[in-house]
């Protein structure tokens, strides 16, 4: 019988390798504990890690008190996992060696490679294909390395450790920069702050941030993921890994820093120069239920709350202060955070005010110094709070007075009782106290913020984490007929056509190419009609005067063709005139803005925004990744500012926002069937008409990319 063929290499499993080696090769392994090359062993064995350590030094019989290898070849047995640390000309020769010997995953310190240019470019690509055809995994190059502190496992040269080495926890930080990782570690071990692992990845010729936020995302020591990335290489994989961690519950805070050219595109699409690299990420982000860090500060703080694992959907803040000040504060930081806090029911704030007349009991619920003198209100008025109130989250402000040593004992005894009859709600002080008690605070439970507005961020934050995690799953994208896009930028006319095998629908028009047409045109269609100039040459026709408005008569649109006509010969001399378009027009609509955007890494991004000046000044507007279902657009449209305008706001009425919203995610699914040759896609203006009366695009603008030279 023949042998079936072996089973592809699983890439979690050599990442799994890569984390948590049963055994580790050190190439340019050192006896210098403050080299390279030594560092990692010093560390390792320093940390007690379990598995075996193989260094590999020709000029050496032992290095650090274990035996070594004159060459990869020399090797006992095969390592799990490599670390290399040799010059970048050496390390390619290595890699080949160890991917021959059959070793999983290498973690490659050496730089030198595609960081200096091209030569170092190309270096990378051979050191990548090597490792490819033997299943192996790379980390870096120019990688600072990782820790995993489960496993004792030290795979980093950074002299971070040199100053203390990080506290076991939940915590796991994902970094494309090494020195900023441990940076981030360095910060999280002074805050006391656990962590699972910290991996830094370094020029990602192969294991990216995507990659690792996956790995944590099934990793049972990893409750929350921390993650810090420059750029993303791979979106489908760094997609993948986002819905992962939200499947399994696992919050992702991350730092997106940077900001990258839209490119050409932007010169001609008005949905381009409006969404930008760092709004498209946003969207993605927010789409995944990933919270974005503004800074580090942030970053942690969000991570450090998350680890307590509570997590309230539909979130809203109670407030408890013995400071009337503060509570202004706290209110100020909710609302532009956008955390609701709603007041006390006015049964709750009565009882309150029996017990302490002078409290301010709408929420924030002012307590007073009163506390002090008697510490049993702190109880009655949480209790007040959760079981009145129904806040799913509780911010105490104690100042300096949740530090006091006279106050303490007693504090703590009212918080833990409250603690324990609500154990879902979240808890969180802002006290200021020697690092005793608040490690006392925190093992009751609580976290312990010195600042009530870093509070409130963190506390957001639990909310949105909450939210994802609770959603149910959207409607699947509308079934459309395959798309065929012609062979460059149609006309108007011919965009409204295609776009009409979608079921997007435009403002009734006829294509007329004699002035009598044209006028014929608007008896049928009824007057007022607009006249503008066709031209797949012409895209922004406002700019050279090729739209005409409000024609009332034959007489007006017979002017109106011949001067359109003049107008272009005299804009656009060598544009393809296909005659001029007649529609309809509409009136008792709010005009929108739809459009599509092809983003360089997440492929085509729909947007959604209010016409006039909600878009070109306020940008006010909504994007998603394409395609979706119509629920997903309808939360487009009803997550923007200037939302109230569709929903009937000062007595308009209400617009047709089912139409709306269909409209929009069949432009999604339009643009993910166009593939890449679409550039963008500008339905300006879109008339949403009131409630039940249907949507319907003004103007249309379909961009074909120019194929690559």
Not at 25 to 37: F, N, P, Q
Not at 205 to 216: E, K, Q, R, S, T
Not at 399 to 408: E, L, N, R
Not at 452 to 473: K, Y
Request: charged share 20%; proline share 8%.
């Amino acid at each position: 019988m023949p042998q079936a063929a072996a089973a592809p290499p699983n890439p979690m499993d050599a990442l799994s390798a890569l984390f948590a080696p049963r055994s580790v090769a050190v190439i340019g392994a050192s006896a210098d504990a403050t080299r390279i090359g030594g560092r990692p062993i010093a560390a390792m064995l320093e940390r007690g890690y379990a598995g075996t350590i193989l260094p590999v030094n020709p000029n050496r019989e032992t290095v650090q008190g274990l035996a070594a290898y004159p060459s990869i070849a020399a090797l006992p047995s095969v390592p799990d996992a490599a670390i290399i640390a040799v010059p970048a000309e050496a390390a390619e020769a290595a890699v080949a060696a160890l991917a021959e010997r059959g070793t999983r995953a290498a973690i490659v310190f050496s730089a030198g490679f595609a960081e200096t240019g091209e030569a170092g470019a190309t270096a990378q690509a051979r050191l990548l294909a090597t490792a490819r055809r033997h299943g192996m995994r790379l980390l870096g190059p120019n990688s600072l390395g990782l820790f995993n502190t489960a496993q004792g496992f030290y795979g980093t040269f950074s002299t971070s450790l040199e100053r203390g080495y990080p506290v076991a926890g939940p915590i796991g930080i994902a970094s494309q920069s090494g020195a900023y990782g441990m940076h981030l570690f360095s910060m999280a071990r002074e805050e006391g702050m656990g962590l699972s692992c910290c991996v830094t990845t370094g020029n990602e010729a192969d294991v990216n941030v995507g990659d690792l936020i996956g790995w944590m995302a099934q990793d049972p020591s990893t409750e929350v993921i921390a993650a810090y990335s420059e750029g993303i290489r791979d979106a489908p994989s760094f997609l993948a890994a986002l819905e992962l961690a939200r499947r399994n519950r696992k919050p992702v805070v991350m730092m997106k820093v940077g900001r990258s050219e839209i490119g050409s595109a932007a010169a001609r699409s008005h949905t381009a120069s409006i969404a930008g690299d760092d709004a498209v990420t946003d969207a993605v982000l927010a789409e995944f239920g990933v919270v974005r860090a503004r800074t580090t500060e942030e970053l942690l703080d969000i991570a450090r709350l998350a680890t307590k694992r509570i997590y309230p959907a539909g979130n809203t803040l109670g407030v408890l202060t013995v400071s009337g000040g503060a509570g202004v504060l706290i209110s100020d930081a909710a609302q532009a955070a956008g955390l609701p806090m709603p007041p006390m029911p006015e049964p709750a704030q009565q009882a309150l005010r029996e017990a302490l007349p002078f409290c301010a009991p709408q929420n924030p619920v002012d307590c007073t110094a009163q506390v002090l003198n008697d510490v049993s209100l702190v109880g009655r008025f949480a209790d007040a709070l959760v079981r009145d109130g129904g806040y799913g989250s509780i911010l105490c402000f104690f100042t300096h007075a949740g530090g006091a040593p006279s106050i303490v004992p007693r504090l703590r005894q009212e918080l833990r009782a409250m603690r324990a009859a609500f154990p879902d709600r979240l808890f969180v002080l802002s006290v200021l106290a020697d690092p005793p008690i608040v490690r006392d605070f925190e093992a009751d439970g609580f976290a312990v913020f010195p600042d009530p507005s870093r509070a409130v961020v963190a506390i957001q934050a639990m909310g949105r984490f909450g939210d994802a995690f609770a959603a149910a799953p959207q409607a699947a994208p509308p079934a459309l007929p395959p798309v065929a896009l012609p062979q460059q930028t149609p006309s108007e006319a011919e965009a409204k056509r295609l776009l009409a095998a979608a079921g997007i629908e435009a403002a009734p028009e006829r294509t007329c190419t004699s002035a009598e047409e044209a006028v014929a045109a608007a008896e049928a269609l009824g007057y007022p009609v607009v006249l503008k100039i066709l031209s797949p040459d012409i895209l922004h026709k406002s700019e050279i005067g090729g739209v005409l408005l409000n024609l009332t008569d034959a007489a007006a649109v017979r002017d109106g063709f011949a001067l359109l006509r003049g107008r272009a010969a005299s804009a656009a001399p060598h544009a393809r005139i296909e005659g001029v378009l007649v529609a309809r027009q509409l009136s008792g609509g709010v005009e929108c803005i739809l459009g599509v955007h092809r983003d360089p890494v997440f492929g085509p991004v729909a947007m959604f925004g209010l016409g006039g000046i909600f878009v070109e000044v306020l940008k006010d507007v909504a994007f998603r990744r394409c395609p979706f279902g119509e629920d997903a657009a309808e939360a487009m449209i009803r997550s923007i500012r200037g939302a109230p305008v569709l929903l009937g706001a000062r007595g308009r009425p209400a617009a047709d926002i089912p139409a709306l919203a269909r409209m929009l995610s069949r432009l999604s699914v339009f643009a993910a069937q166009a593939g890449p040759r679409l550039a963008g896609i500008d339905l300006n203006p879109v008339f949403a008409m009131p409630e039940g009366q249907g949507a319907f695009a003004a103007d249309a603008v379909i961009d074909i990319a120019e194929e690559p030279a």
